[in-house]
Every structure is written in structure tokens, then in C-alpha cells.
Nanobody, 126 residues
Framework: QVQLVESGGGLVQAGGSLRLSCAASGRTFGSIVMGWFRQAPGKEREFVAAVNRSGGRTVYADSVKGRFTISRDNPKNTVYLQLNSLKPEDTAVYYC???????????????????WGQGTQVTVSS
């Protein structure tokens, strides 16, 4: 089992920045692949970004590429998502996800992840 707790969400104006954090416990952090997903009202949960176990390989959704950055600090058991140049369409609940499965590349679909946090709200005003 892996427990995940997100933090850092909030209300920000368009063009602003936020940094989300996700603290993990219950398993050796360096053995799990980490991802971020988001879900806007009335929409399906969508992939945002993911990082492999070492932090050396990352994957991004096209909609956030160049604006968001995922990183991890294994000694601190934490994964981060830096959100820059935010747009109103980035408004959503952001979820941290984890999986111990072996992956050549970090997964980009929600079915590839086994553990989820409770989510943190990000609201971008225009």
C-alpha cells in the first residue's frame, strides 16, 4: 500500500504559478513511478505528467508541455508539479498517483496507476 497526500492547490490568476506537492508513505519511494492527473467538472480524469523511479525520465501531456514541470525528491518521499503560465482551462482537481509496476516509460493512463491521493483543487481565474 502507498498513501499519498497532495498539497499546494489554490486560486491563482491566469499567467500565475503554483507548486503542488505529493507526499508518499508506505513503500520505498524510489521503487514507485509517480504521476499527476487532473479532473475538471463534467470531464474525465486526464493525464498531466509522470516521472520514473529515479526522476531521470519524465512524460507530459501536450496541453501542459513547456508550462508544467514534474520532479521528485526521493529522500523526502515527495513528488512535485510546478505549474507556470496557468490558464483558466487548467482549473481542475489535481491528483497524485503511484504504481510499483515496472514501466519502460512512466505511464500516461489512469489504469496504469494503483494508488491515488485525495486531490487538491487548482482554480485559475481569467
Amino acid at each position: 500500500q502507498v498513501q499519498l497526500v497532495e498539497s499546494g492547490g489554490g486560486l491563482v490568476q491566469a499567467g500565475g504559478s503554483l507548486r503542488l506537492s505529493c507526499a508518499a508513505s508506505g513503500r520505498t519511494f524510489g521503487s514507485i513511478v509517480m504521476g499527476w492527473f487532473r479532473q475538471a467538472p463534467g470531464k474525465e480524469r486526464e493525464f498531466v505528467a509522470a516521472v520514473n523511479r529515479s526522476g531521470g525520465r519524465t512524460v507530459y501531456a501536450d496541453s501542459v508541455k513547456g508550462r508544467f514541470t514534474i520532479s521528485r525528491d526521493n529522500p523526502k518521499n515527495t513528488v512535485y508539479l510546478q505549474l507556470n503560465s496557468l490558464k483558466p482551462e487548467d482549473t481542475a482537481v489535481y491528483y497524485c498517483a503511484a504504481t510499483p509496476r515496472f514501466m519502460v516509460l512512466p505511464g500516461t493512463t489512469y489504469r496504469e496507476y494503483d494508488f491515488w491521493g485525495q486531490g487538491t483543487q487548482v482554480t485559475v481565474s481569467s
